[in-house]
């Protein structure tokens, strides 16, 4: 296929280099996760660049590069110097020129600002208007679209506008789909769309020379656990476990239940053990993620003389746990409860598990107070036969909701591949679980990837861009789907006078807003809450 030889106009300030000062010139375009950048290397005979040459190019100054065929050269991209390397032999003289598009500038800033109850596309604006300088408008046309997110609260101290933006596009949704994309286009109007919204109006057809086509598995993930914020209790009816010996396991002594001096509820639990005897029982249970407290009411008549009493939390099994000694305290009628991060010791008085977990709190293995996951109760008495009882509240206060979703069909094709995510703004077991389905949704598959490459791509004056969505056509390959383009770059060769593209494109499943927060956009309490600090 024929094409017309490359032709590019560059910038740099009020230098003008001609094409033939061009050895060769690479314009990378980046989107959400990259800003765009370019390399050029330039013939730079009698210092004509150089610093204090005729036409010196500085680091600092803005500029633009255009790149087409024939008559068609638009521009490429907006630019800003960062770097100027001068490159000599004997017989040989170069200059380098290197940097980004404007898209730097959302690098040069730090915000400590609070957002309350603000849309995701007014945030953007304002990073843009008052921390970028990033102007969003075309033609009176506005280049920030509107989402369907409301933020309820966005607290931010010395945060780069960098990390804002990625949040915001990663979080926001729009008809039901969460994401976001963002870049800043060729004229350095900064452009923030739904992603997958936008579609190249270039065709492929005949023009891939070289194509590489994979899927992997190094991102399958299909069991998915989500912990959110810490505000449950474990169990929900903090006086469940002792209305029931169901989910006890009895080591030895004797369970049952009684029903004539609960303290709350119906019953009480009652170990009978015989004199020297352990009663010893516990129960397991789906990992808690950092408990901060552990309370049960318990009572046994007399003393333990010289036996001994223990509570221990497997963190996460028998082997690996924490260990708090109760003879001291456990002598008549009393009531327990203990701190994994703080425990009321007295007035004033707190107990820091984390800096000093072999206080009260003594470990064996390597227990880890994230991974807590069963209650084992031991209490032996010397001298006399004896019982004990326990009763509610009984269990662990300020636990992380959790919820948790697999898919069992990747697991049988591609092994059980676990992840786990924290997500402080999610409120409720519910929340947790639909946060975990949508990950699932999108990771139990392989990820698809294609880098394609061309030499006889005429797109005349819309040049591809990283952020659309783009047709591919692979006959051998059986790939016939729309790609979102992840990258894409330009190069000019001047010595073989081509133009090569090369485009890096992914194919993703879209991460569904109504199984995240239901909607959150339309439910005010599942809002986002955000504090997000930079020390």
Same mark, same amino acid.
């Given at each position: 296929?024929?094409?017309?030889?490359?032709?590019?106009?560059?910038?740099?300030?009020?230098?003008?280099?001609?094409?033939?000062?061009?050895?060769?010139?690479?314009?990378?375009?980046?989107?959400? /996760?990259?800003?765009? =950048?370019?390399?050029?290397?330039?013939?730079?005979?009698?210092?004509?660049?150089?610093?204090?040459?005729? #036409?010196?190019?500085?680091?600092?100054?803005?500029?633009?590069?255009?790149?087409?065929?024939?008559?068609?050269?638009?521009?490429?991209?907006?630019?800003?110097?960062?770097?100027?390397?001068?490159? %000599?032999?004997?017989?040989?003289?170069?200059?380098?020129?290197?940097?980004?598009?404007?898209?730097?500038?959302?690098?040069?800033?730090?915000?400590?600002?609070?957002?309350?109850?603000?849309?995701?596309?007014?945030?953007?604006?304002?990073?843009?208007?008052?921390?970028?300088?990033?102007?969003?408008?075309?033609?009176?046309?506005?280049?920030?679209?509107?989402?369907?997110?409301? #933020?309820?609260?966005?607290?931010?101290?010395?945060?780069?506008?960098?990390?804002?933006?990625?949040?915001?596009?990663?979080?926001?949704?729009?008809?039901?789909?969460?994401?976001?994309?963002?870049?800043?286009?060729?004229?350095? /109007?900064?452009?923030?769309?739904?992603?997958?919204?936008?579609?190249?109006?270039?065709?492929?057809?005949?023009?891939?020379?070289?194509?590489?086509?994979? /899927?992997?598995?190094?991102?399958?993930?299909?069991?998915?656990?989500?912990?959110?914020?810490?505000?449950?209790?474990?169990?929900?009816?903090?006086?469940?476990?002792?209305?029931?010996?169901?989910?006890?396991?009895?080591?030895?002594?004797?369970?049952?239940?009684?029903?004539?001096?609960?303290?709350?509820?119906?019953?009480?639990?009652?170990?009978?053990?015989?004199? %020297?005897?352990?009663?010893?029982?516990?129960?397991?249970?789906?990992?808690?993620? /950092?408990?901060?407290?552990?309370?049960?009411?318990?009572?046994?008549?007399?003393?333990?003389?010289?036996? #001994?009493?223990?509570?221990?939390?497997?963190?996460?099994?028998? %082997?690996?746990?924490?260990?708090?000694?109760?003879? =001291?305290?456990?002598?008549?009628?009393?009531?327990?409860?203990?701190?994994?991060?703080?425990?009321?010791?007295?007035?004033?008085?707190?107990?820091?598990?984390?800096?000093?977990?072999?206080?009260?709190?003594?470990?064996?293995?390597?227990?880890?107070?994230?991974?807590?996951?069963?209650?084992?109760?031991?209490?032996?008495?010397?001298?006399?036969?004896?019982? #004990?009882?326990?009763?509610?509240?009984?269990?662990?206060?300020?636990?992380?909701?959790?919820?948790?979703?697999?898919?069992?069909?990747?697991?049988?094709?591609?092994?059980?591949?676990?992840?786990?995510?924290?997500?402080?703004?999610? =409120? =409720?077991?519910?929340?947790?679980?639909?946060?975990?389905?949508?990950?699932?949704?999108?990771?139990?598959?392989?990820?698809?990837?294609?880098?394609?490459? %061309?030499?006889?791509?005429?797109?005349?004056?819309?040049?591809?861009?990283?952020?659309?969505?783009?047709?591919?056509?692979?006959?051998?390959?059986?790939?016939?789907?729309?790609?979102?383009?992840?990258?894409?770059?330009?190069?000019?060769?001047?010595?073989?006078?081509?133009?090569?593209?090369?485009?890096?494109?992914?194919?993703?499943?879209?991460?569904?807003?109504?199984?995240?927060?239901?909607?959150?956009?339309?439910?005010?309490?599942?809002?986002?809450?955000?504090?997000?600090?930079?020390?």
């Amino acid at each position: 296929m024929s094409v017309e030889i490359p032709k590019c106009a560059i910038a740099f300030g009020s230098v003008a280099p001609p094409q033939g000062d061009v050895i060769d010139l690479r314009v990378h375009l980046g989107c959400t /996760k990259e800003v765009s =950048s370019f390399d050029c290397l330039l013939q730079n005979w009698d210092k004509k660049y150089s610093p204090g040459g005729t #036409y010196p190019i500085t680091v600092g100054i803005d500029g633009h590069i255009d790149i087409g065929r024939g008559t068609n050269v638009p521009q490429i991209i907006t630019l800003h110097v960062e770097s100027v390397k001068c490159e %000599s032999m004997p017989t040989e003289n170069y200059i380098r020129v290197s940097g980004r598009c404007w898209g730097e500038k959302l690098f040069r800033r730090v915000v400590t600002k609070t957002y309350t109850n603000q849309k995701g596309e007014a945030i953007v604006k304002d990073l843009m208007d008052y921390y970028a300088g990033l102007s969003h408008v075309r033609d009176t046309t506005e280049l920030v679209e509107n989402t369907d997110t409301t #933020y309820t609260k966005l607290e931010y101290e010395n945060t780069p506008v960098w990390d804002i933006l990625k949040y915001i596009a990663g979080s926001a949704d729009l008809a039901g789909v969460i994401g976001f994309d963002f870049r800043v286009a060729a004229d350095a /109007k900064f452009e923030f769309f739904a992603r997958n919204s936008k579609i190249s109006s270039v065709s492929l057809t005949d023009k891939i020379e070289v194509s590489e086509y994979r /899927k992997d598995i190094l991102g399958v993930r299909n069991k998915i656990k989500v912990y959110g914020s810490q505000g449950k209790n474990f169990p929900a009816d903090l006086d469940s476990w002792s209305e029931s010996t169901l989910g006890w396991t009895v080591v030895s002594g004797t369970l049952s239940l009684e029903g004539t001096r609960q303290r709350k509820g119906t019953y009480n639990l009652r170990v009978d053990a015989a004199a %020297s005897v352990e009663g010893n029982i516990y129960r397991t249970f789906d990992a808690l993620c /950092k408990p901060q407290t552990f309370v049960v009411w318990a009572w046994m008549p007399g003393n333990l003389g010289g036996g #001994y009493g223990y509570v221990r939390l497997w963190a996460p099994d028998s %082997s690996n746990y924490f260990q708090a000694n109760i003879k =001291s305290i456990l002598e008549g009628q009393c009531i327990l409860q203990w701190g994994l991060i703080s425990l009321a010791l007295g007035p004033n008085q707190m107990y820091d598990a984390d800096s000093n977990p072999n206080g009260i709190w003594t470990k064996t293995g390597n227990p880890q107070w994230s991974q807590v996951s069963g209650l084992q109760l031991i209490i032996c008495t010397i001298g006399a036969a004896s019982y #004990y009882m326990y009763d509610g509240n009984f269990g662990f206060l300020n636990c992380s909701y959790t919820g948790t979703f697999e898919d069992s069909g990747s697991q049988s094709l591609y092994g059980l591949r676990e992840l786990t995510e924290t997500d402080e703004e999610l =409120s =409720s077991d519910n929340e947790c679980t639909l946060r975990a389905k949508a990950i699932l949704a999108q990771l139990k598959d392989p990820a698809e990837y294609l880098t394609v490459r %061309s030499t006889v791509i005429d797109y005349g004056t819309t040049p591809i861009l990283a952020g659309d969505k783009i047709h591919v056509t692979l006959p051998n390959e059986n790939v016939d789907a729309d790609f979102r383009i992840l990258s894409v770059e330009y190069y000019v060769d001047a010595k073989t006078q081509t133009l090569e593209i090369t485009m890096e494109l992914g194919r993703e499943v879209p991460l569904l807003a109504d199984y995240l927060y239901t909607l959150r956009s339309k439910t005010d309490h599942l809002s986002r809450h955000k504090l997000a600090r930079i020390i």
